[in-house]
T-cell receptor, first 115, second 109 residues
Framework: DADVTQTPRNRITKTGKRIMLECSQT?????MYWYRQDPGLGLRLIYY???????NKGEISDGYSVSRQAQAKFSLSLESAIPNQTALYFC??????????????FGPGTRLTVL | QKEVEQDPGPLSVPEGAIVSLNCTYS??????FMWYRQYSRKGPELLMYTYSSGNKEDGRFTAQVDKSSKYISLFIRDSQPSDSATYLCAMSTGNMLTFGGGTRLMVKP
């Protein structure tokens, strides 16, 4: 079974609709992240959470919100979707190791298209 | 200017070739340097990481970091069609990652 799962895997929606992307993990990690990937731009951080009561904005948080329902669940919402939010969205988890290195484990991604 | 620059490719090579993938960066505070591999329709997976300057070898893969030039490289020896993927460099000061745009590599049989 996958350690980091995302639902849905694909979604097509219309401008103005509210969308929620969900992420679950069985790795037992405290830290969770949401990224979007656009061609040539790599992965850009939207929001991150270091524990259930901690939510932080990333590089491109405008137009997005998140909810950390439990250690294992982190949801991303687009309150009113717009076409330039069409992208691949990835959830990731991490737990800081003894060396201080932050390896992040990624889910399979959600392909979102906003018409 | 982006903090981490990476040539998007695509880079097409014959099977067995030596591949060189590179990134440059501007933030001298970066201490951890990573290479992620991403297959089509999959999430990125960590391939290798290096702390500070130097080389690290893992099988056919070698990662190099030159902090004085703010330049990192990934070399793939005896490339295989299964190496065809997008390679993303990433860097951090410890917690948050900054990614390059990714280089798409195609290894042809």
């Amino acid at each position: 079974d996958a350690d980091v799962t995302q639902t849905p895997r694909n979604r097509i929606t219309k401008t103005g609709k509210r969308i929620m992307l969900e992420c679950s993990q069985t790795k037992g990690h405290d830290r969770m992240y949401w990224y979007r990937q656009d061609p040539g731009l790599g992965l850009r951080l939207i929001y991150y959470s270091f524990d259930v009561k901690d939510i932080n904005k990333g590089e491109i948080s405008d137009g997005y919100s998140v909810s950390r329902q439990a250690q294992a669940k982190f949801s991303l919402s687009l309150e009113s979707a717009i076409p330039n939010q069409t992208a691949l969205y990835f959830c990731a988890t991490s737990d800081i190791g003894t060396s201080g290195f932050n390896e992040q484990f990624f889910g399979p991604g959600t392909r979102l298209t906003v018409l | 200017q982006k903090e981490v620059e990476q040539d998007p490719g695509p880079l097409s090579v014959p099977e067995g070739a030596i591949v060189s993938l590179n990134c440059t960066y501007s933030n001298s505070a970066f201490q951890y340097f990573m290479w992620y591999r991403q297959y089509s329709r999959k999430g990125p997976e960590l391939l290798m990481y290096t702390y500070s300057s130097g080389n690290k070898e893992d099988g056919r893969f070698t990662a190099q970091v030159d902090k004085s030039s703010k330049y990192i490289s990934l070399f793939i020896r005896d490339s295989q069609p299964s190496d065809s993927a997008t390679y993303l460099c990433a860097m951090s000061t410890g917690n948050m990652l900054t990614f390059g745009g990714g280089t798409r590599l195609m290894v042809k049989p």
